[in-house]
């Protein structure tokens, strides 16, 4: 997983750039939301979308869910018509996305993410915890409730029919969301960072590991570059609708649905979709945004590539686009 997250890193240097230009008149040691939503699994779609949304706090949690409730449906995807509130709220100068894109022919990178490889990243990552139990005394407590989630991982990877698709889904979603909260972190200094996730078997799985990997494998990517590193910043706390017994971030999570949605269905390179809303999801938030980034990855047998994807060409919105029976 690291050498994906390298490889991510590589081909979103642009990315980190557009993000600091974006958010370069703010002032750091802000706080920040993260908000993310995936469409994976539908064999109806043309890909695999994890979509992550990075919102400066400029209002009450509040204030920012009343704008989105009154300006978008809460049924999204039974919506005939995309809301120019949100889509605009997508473009806004507080708000920065960046989704992965995997093909359904890459099958969650099945080639590159094997058992054993996750079985070798767990074993590794828990030697680490290790050693930061020993270095740091007074979080002791904290990383044996992480090694003993990262344990029960383990102990499924062993298995030897373990649930290898969920599986890849969880280190896919952890190694993207290490890379947003990094190239966050790299550009603004964040006091700290809260990442808002929709519910999914991902993040149930072991009493939320998702977020342990995502957490650990940022850790180890920032102290891996060296330099001088505040353990204290950024606090990054994890949240799903529900799981404090009362709030359901239903609002914050309609961002990143739309953009994993018309991501999920684009036909690349064609540049066709099996819903008129999409086209204009697309033309309004994706075609030479400079605030909506798109990670595509691929793999065959051999290798993982990875490469930004930009549009520059608008689509008809007036017509309905649709694959044929042959191409679903």
């Known amino acids: ?20 230009v974006w958010f370069g008149e703010y002032s750091a040691a802000a706080s920040w939301s993260v908000v993310s939503d995936f469409s994976v699994g539908d064999s109806g779609k043309q890909n695999d979308a994890y979509s992550f949304v990075i919102i400066l706090k400029h209002d009450t949690d509040e204030n920012i869910a009343s704008y989105i409730a009154a300006t978008s449906p809460s049924d999204l995807k039974a919506s005939r018509t995309p809301p120019r509130g949100l889509l605009d709220y997508l473009c806004c100068p507080v708000t920065f996305s960046l989704s992965f894109v995997v093909s359904r022919e890459s099958a969650s990178l099945r080639a590159a993410i094997t058992q054993e490889a996750m079985s070798s990243i767990v074993a590794s990552l828990r030697e680490i915890v290790a050693e930061w139990t020993a270095a740091e005394p007074p979080n ?35 190694s993207f969301a290490a890379v947003v909260l990094g190239m966050l972190n790299d550009a603004k200094s964040p006091i700290n960072i809260r990442w808002i996730s929709d519910r999914d078997a991902m993040f149930d799985r072991h009493e939320g590991v998702a977020f342990d990997l995502a957490w650990l494998l940022f850790q180890f990517m920032r102290r891996r570059r060296g330099g001088v590193i505040d353990l204290r910043r950024p606090q990054i706390t994890f949240a799903t609708p529900g799981m404090d017994g009362k709030t359901e971030y239903a609002e914050f999570v309609r961002m990143p649905d739309f953009l994993a949605g018309t991501l999920a269905d684009i036909k690349l390179p064609q540049l066709m979709f099996t819903h008129r809303k999409f086209p204009t999801i697309f033309n309004r938030v994706l075609v030479n945004s400079p605030n909506n980034a798109v990670v595509e990855l691929l793999a065959d047998e051999e290798r993982v590539t990875s490469r930004r994807i930009g549009f520059g060409n608008r689509l008809a919105e007036d017509v309905a686009t649709a694959r044929k029976a042959s191409e679903t």
Do not use: C, W
């Open 140 to 174: 002791a407590e904290y990383y044996g409730q992480l090694d003993r989630r990262l344990r029960l991982l383990e102990s499924e990877l062993a298995r030897k029919q373990p649930s290898l698709n969920l599986l890849r889904r969880i280190f896919l979603v952890a």
């Open 1 to 20: 997983m690291l050498e994906l997250i390298d490889l991510i890193e590589r081909s979103s240097a642009t990315i980190h750039a557009d993000l600091r």
